[in-house]
């Protein structure tokens, strides 16, 4: 079976995991990082728990940006979100990955970022597990690119809506998610 056009012959793999493992649909509404409400919870950590299952979504990714053009050094975002899929993207890659704190980090290099130390024209791939409004990764995009290096492209493994792809096309970036909600099945977070 071939892929459909603009996805990894991966695809389908990881999107099994997505959806079988990382989406849950509850009775009760629960509140998302946006302050939304919603049934739908995405647990995109526990769908790549393993090794085998961080693997297939890693290559998913890693062959989605060759698909796109997103040519990088480096993958990484906002920790906890991001950190399993740009360590899985590393890995299957070859290419280096960070960490962008929360928090400044108050001793030793006093740095917010973690992992191979990005350069002036680096380039970087940004990663997240679930994004709703790519509010998080907008605060990893403006650290990486306060130390000069610069952003090839944001691609989370789900994106519940059309806002953080609006936020990044208005930063020129390109933005594709692994896995959307119109794949999933599920309502998108409103731009509120």
């Given at each position: 079976?071939?892929?459909?056009?603009g996805?990894?012959a991966?695809?389908q793999a990881?999107?099994?995991l997505?959806a079988t493992?990382?989406?849950?649909r509850?009775?009760?509404?629960?509140?998302?990082?946006?302050?939304?409400?919603s049934?739908?919870?995405?647990?995109?950590?526990?769908?790549?728990?393993?090794?085998e299952?961080?693997?297939?979504?890693?290559?998913?990714v890693a062959?989605?940006?060759?698909l796109?053009?997103?040519d990088?050094d480096a993958?990484g975002?906002?920790?906890m979100?991001?950190?399993?899929?740009?360590?899985?993207v590393?890995?299957v890659?070859?290419?280096?990955?960070?960490?962008?704190r929360?928090?400044?980090k108050?001793?030793?290099r006093?740095?917010?970022?973690?992992?191979?130390?990005?350069?002036?024209?680096?380039?970087?791939?940004l990663v997240d597990?679930?994004?709703?409004?790519g509010?998080?990764?907008?605060?990893a995009?403006?650290?990486?690119?306060a130390?000069g290096?610069?952003?090839?492209?944001?691609?989370?493994?789900v994106?519940?809506?059309?806002?953080?792809?609006?936020r990044?096309?208005?930063?020129?970036v390109?933005?594709?998610a692994?896995?959307?909600y119109?794949d999933?099945?599920?309502?998108?977070?409103?731009?509120v």
């Open positions: 079976m071939s892929a459909a056009p996805r990894p991966t695809w990881a999107f099994d997505i493992r990382g989406h849950e509850r009775e009760e509404p629960f509140k998302l990082a946006s302050g939304q409400l049934h739908d919870y995405i647990d995109g950590k526990f769908a790549i728990d393993t090794g299952r961080l693997t297939v979504v890693s290559r998913a062959e989605l940006a060759e796109h053009g997103i990088f993958v975002g906002l920790t979100g991001a950190d399993p899929l740009a360590h899985g590393a890995m890659t070859g290419k280096a990955w960070f960490s962008v929360k928090e400044q108050q001793r030793g006093e740095q917010w970022i973690e992992g191979t130390r990005l350069q002036p024209g680096t380039r970087v791939l597990d679930v994004i709703s409004t509010g998080s990764t907008e605060i995009f403006d650290r990486v690119t130390v290096a610069v952003v090839a492209g944001v691609i989370p493994m994106d519940r809506g059309d806002i953080a792809a609006k990044f096309a208005a930063r020129d390109p933005f594709v692994l896995v959307t119109r999933l099945g599920i309502e998108p977070v409103q731009d």
